[in-house]
């Protein structure tokens, strides 16, 4: 069971491990409706080499990312199951970022998205609440992604005293199980089709942690504005008046 405080404020433990003291702008409070339009809950997997390589399941329940790290990522093999660890909720702001982290800041290395797409609690004879299901240790959802699909199911084996909750995810034999499927096989971003390693030689973005979520999303690339300056401006006047310079093949 989650603590009321966590109940009241999810984004307690994300905003505690960053520095939020240089601005006093609000830090993730971005509602699900700004972000996430349509009825459909949304998901996100990041596949992070941060210390560790591993892959961020995220699931938007109740205006947050409620996230697990699952160091050998999903796989749709209905066979195998994958040790997952419940990691503190991200801000729906990261719901689509791709790029780096700063080396040193918190989760510092190279992220992609994975895959995204959408998802909803199948929760037969029970309450559909998928953040009291959660809270319960055991979700049943189904997954419409691009490469994730079919149900899911999130249980968790223990609450360690200290440390994360470890939980189990696997996928129920349905029709859309593949057995020997190996997310390590399927590298590429959903977004850019770009690998980690090509995003982290040429990032599009920087996550810094330590900034309010709104903000902690920075273009890395300025785009190419085509600008006329004041000195070719004066050219062209020049040439227009047959001045100087103005049509001999020396200038
Ligand atoms: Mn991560």
Redesign the pocket.
């Known amino acids: 069971m989650p603590s009321d405080s966590a109940v009241k404020d999810p984004l307690k433990t994300y905003r505690r491990k960053r520095d939020f003291s240089r601005t006093s702008e609000p830090s993730g409070d971005t509602s699900a409706a700004e972000v996430g339009g349509g009825g459909s809950r949304r998901f996100v997997v990041q596949r ?1 080499r ?1 210390r560790r390589l ?1 892959y ?1 399941f995220r699931l938007e329940v109740d205006g947050v990312l409620v996230s697990w ?1 699952v160091p050998k990522g999903p796989t749709l093999d209905p066979d195998v199951r994958r040790a997952a660890f419940h990691v503190e909720d991200h801000p729906l702001e990261y719901f689509d970022f791709e790029g780096v982290i700063p080396a040193g800041e918190y ?1 510092g290395g190279d992220v992609i998205v994975w895959d995204a797409g959408s998802w909803e609690p199948h929760q037969a004879g029970k309450s559909a609440d998928p953040g009291r299901a959660i809270a319960a240790g055991e979700l049943h959802l189904d997954m419409w992604g691009e490469k994730l699909s079919g149900r899911f199911v999130l249980v968790r084996t223990s609450t360690p005293a200290s440390g994360k909750d470890e939980w189990l995810l696997l996928h129920k034999h349905d029709e859309y199980a593949v057995k020997g499927w190996n997310a390590e096989d399927h590298p590429q971003s959903v977004l850019s089709g770009r690998t980690n390693e090509e995003v982290k030689t040429d990032p599009d973005r920087m996550w810094r942690s330590d900034l309010p979520a709104a903000r902690a999303s920075i273009a890395l690339k300025a785009p190419v504005v085509e600008t006329v300056g004041a000195e070719e401006l004066a050219e062209l006047d020049t040439l227009a008046a047959g001045g100087p310079g103005g049509c001999t093949a020396a200038s």
């Open positions: 992070h941060a591993h961020d790290a989760g």
